[in-house]
């Protein structure tokens, strides 16, 4: 007798644990739960994310792009995902880029006045 091998689905992007994870309910598998299960975003992740998925027994992926900041909101429902799914969440380069802006002139205005008092 053989035990049919489990499904999985994978995470990978700007999460703190990517990976592959069993899917052991098909209708309990959402991106919630799998955001949950890689220990949850890491800061600087976009407002969108992308589900890809084999559609129709075409071998080739179709992309289907979710609002993940509503779906965190609470604003939009949280999306089933289904075996062999593979969940993305990209990196924002305009909030990564503000931040390292706004560290970079902070360490200026810092470095400034100590080199002032130094001075004096």
């Known amino acids: ?31 919630l739960k799998l955001l949950a299960l890689t220990e949850g975003l890491l800061p ?13 027994g075409s071998p080739a992926l179709a992309e289907v792009p979710i609002e993940l900041a509503r779906i ?9 995902l289904a075996a062999n799914d593979i969940l993305y969440s990209p990196e924002s380069k305009g909030k990564k880029l ?5 560290e ?8 400034t006045a100590t080199d002032l008092l130094v001075w004096h």
């Open 1 to 31: 007798m053989r035990v049919p091998e489990m499904g999985k689905v994978f995470v990978l992007g700007n999460v703190h644990k990517p990976g592959a994870f069993r899917v052991e309910d098909a209708s309990g598998t959402s991106v």
């Open 44 to 56: 600087f992740t976009g407002p969108q994310a992308f589900i890809y998925r084999r559609v129709g």
């Open 72 to 80: 965190m909101q609470r604003k939009s429902p949280d999306l089933p």
């Open 98 to 102: 503000a931040a390292t802006v706004i």
């Open 104 to 111: 970079r002139l902070s360490g200026f205005g810092s470095n």
